[in-house]
């Protein structure tokens, strides 16, 4: 059973940077890999895909509205994933959560950013944007 556990919320001004963590215990990196990836979800609104990595490598995915200001990442050795959040605006405002678990397109080798795919999730880690 996977388990994840996400940190690194909380509340910033609009510009300003944040870098969530995801550590994931009960499965290994090293001897497997996975689609992994970072969605969120704002009051009101419907969970949406942020970006996503195969643990095993290939380009990463961002969504339009993140491209060029998040970045994902993850690190083999200590079993964690990662959302670099740079330039962050007050609509990043969401409860973001960690998955694992999802579908990969094997003609693009992206992993794909849809919910229903993904079998594992974390609790979830609030990021506050003021404007």
């Known amino acids: 059973q996977v388990q994840l556990v996400e940190s690194g919320g909380g509340s910033v001004q609009a510009g300003g940077s944040l870098r969530l963590s995801c550590k994931a215990s009960g499965y290994t990196y090293t001897t497997a890999s996975i689609c992994m990836g970072w969605f969120r979800q704002a009051p009101g609104k419907e969970r949406e895909g942020v970006a996503t990595?195969?643990?095993?490598?290939?380009?990463?995915y961002y969504a339009d509205s993140v491209k060029g200001r998040f970045t994902i990442s993850h690190d083999k050795a200590k079993n964690t994933l990662y959302l670099e959040m740079n330039s962050l605006k007050p609509e990043d405002t969401a409860m973001y959560y960690c998955?694992?678990?999802?579908?990969?397109?094997?003609?693009?080798?992206?992993?794909?950013?849809?919910?229903?795919?993904?079998?594992?999730w974390g609790q979830g880690t609030q990021v506050t944007v003021s404007s």
């Open positions: 990595i195969y643990t095993g490598g290939s380009r990463p």
């Open positions: 998955a694992a678990g999802g579908g990969r397109d094997m003609k693009s080798g992206l992993c794909r950013p849809a919910q229903y795919e993904y079998n594992y």
